[in-house]
């Protein structure tokens, strides 16, 4: 058999899972929210994939990856499949950049009231007065949170 023989033939779900690195389940999963066209069917019902689907779940995979969520990765293969706009797919990116540098500054600052109620824990003794233990009991991270932002 020729290498463009191979390349057209179809494939298996386990041997698409094989390729991509992806459980058959997920494949599966992927079809049923329509990130993944439907397959089409041997006569007995098996599947029956196009090559190309690995390079789909790869660009699925790296989006993942990026932090797109299924819907965002949903709205990329459709304009990519489509043909939208790069405006579309930059406007689509930023509001992504966001979303993650609002995340950074979020953990940032629970690593700030973290590590000031860590350095304020003794670590010896039994757990009254525990300024950890009280900061979450009392809800008090949200001072701490302020005695970082003060200074005091």
Known sequence: MNQNQTQ?????????????GVGIDTIRFYERRGLLHEP????????QYAPDIVERLHFILRAKDLGFS???????????????????????????????????????????VLRKLNKDCS?????????????????????ADKNLKTGS
Do not use: F, H, N
Not at 73 to 95: F, N, P
Not at 123 to 143: H, K, V
């Open 40 to 47: 089409a069917r041997t006569p007995s019902g098996y599947r």
């Open 123 to 143: 670590g010896t003794g039994d757990i009254d007065s525990c300024p950890i233990i009280d900061a979450l009991s009392d809800g008090d991270t949200c001072s």
């Open 70 to 112: 299924l819907e965002e990765v949903s709205l990329l293969l459709k304009l990519q499949d489509e043909g939208g706009s790069k405006a579309e797919v930059k406007k689509l990116t930023s509001q992504k950049l966001e979303q993650i540098e609002t995340k950074i500054g979020d953990l940032e600052r629970m690593r700030d």
């Open 8 to 20: 057209t033939k179809p494939l298996t779900i386990g041997r698409v899972a094989k390729l991509s």
